[in-house]
C-alpha cells in the first residue's frame, strides 16, 4: 500500500506548499472553551496515519493518538480492504486530549500547519485513493462548528497556494488499525517511507510550534 516512487518529489511538493506557512498560520477564531472538564477525542484523515498519529503524539495535552479508521463501516475497517479504495474508509487517526492544556482548534490548527497537504484531493504524497483523502470527523456540533469555521478562515486569508479539499463529515465509528501500524514511526524511525514523507513533518512541527509540544 505504500509506495515509495515518487516520493522525493511528493515531499518537494508538500514543502513548497507548506514551507513559511506555519509562521503566518492563525489561530483559529472560533474556538470556544469546553462546556464540560474531562478529557475529548478527535479523529483526522490526512494520508497515511503514521505520520499524523506521530505528529499528534508530540502535543501536550494529547494523552492518546491511535491510528485507525474512519468513514466506512466495521465490517470493512482492516487494512487490506481499506486498502482497496472502496470502503469508504479513509486511514484515520483518533486522538485524546485534554482541552484545558490544547483546544480543539490548536490540534486543527497542527493538523492543517503540519499533519498533512489539505489541498491534495484522494491523495496524499506518494499515496493515492479516498482512503488518504483529507478529511475531519467531528463528534459534536462545537467540533463542527469550530472545523467548518477553520477552512473558511484559512481559505479566506489565502494560507495555501490552492483551495483546502478538507471535508467536514460526522463521525459514524471510529475502528483501531492493526497493532503493528501502532506507533509505527517510533517503531521503524529508519524506514524509507518515514524518512520521506513524515520525519519531516515532525522537525516542521519542533520548528514552528515549540510551545504546544509535550515538554
Known amino acids: 500500500m505504500r509506495t515509495h516512487a515518487l516520493a522525493a518529489a511528493a515531499l518537494i511538493g508538500l514543502l513548497a506548499c507548506t514551507t513559511g506557512a ?125 472545523a467548518e469555521a477553520y477552512i473558511r478562515q484559512l481559505d479566506a486569508a489565502k494560507i495555501f497556494k490552492r483551495s483546502i479539499v478538507t471535508t467536514v463529515a460526522p463521525l459514524e465509528g471510529f475502528y483501531a488499525a492493526e497493532t503493528y501500524h501502532q506507533n509505527f514511526l517510533v517503531q521503524h524511525p529508519d524506514y524509507p517511507y518515514i524518512v520521506y514523507n513524515d520525519l519531516p513533518k515532525l522537525e516542521h512541527l519542533k520548528k514552528e510550534f515549540p510551545e504546544l509540544l509535550r515538554k
Request: with cysteine.
Open 22 to 146: 506555519a509562521s503566518r498560520f492563525p489561530d483559529p477564531a472560533v474556538d470556544p472553551a469546553p462546556a464540560k472538564p474531562g478529557t475529548q477525542t478527535a479523529v483526522f484523515a490526512g494520508g497515511c496515519f503514521w505520520g499524523v498519529e506521530a505528529v499528534f503524539e508530540k502535543l501536550n495535552g494529547v494523552s492518546d493518538s491511535v491510528s485507525g479508521y474512519a468513514g466506512g463501516k466495521k465490517a470493512t475497517a482492516n487494512y487490506e480492504m481499506v486498502g482497496t479504495g472502496t470502503t469508504g474508509h479513509a486511514e484515520s487517526v483518533q486522538v485524546t486530549y485534554d482541552p484545558a492544556v490544547v483546544s480543539y482548534g490548536k490540534l486543527l490548527k497542527v493538523f492543517f500547519a503540519v499533519a498533512h497537504d489539505p489541498t491534495q484531493l484522494n491523495r496524499q504524497g506518494p499515496d493515492e485513493g479516498t482512503q488518504y483523502r483529507s478529511s475531519i470527523f467531528y463528534a459534536t456540533p462545537e467540533q463542527q462548528t469550530v
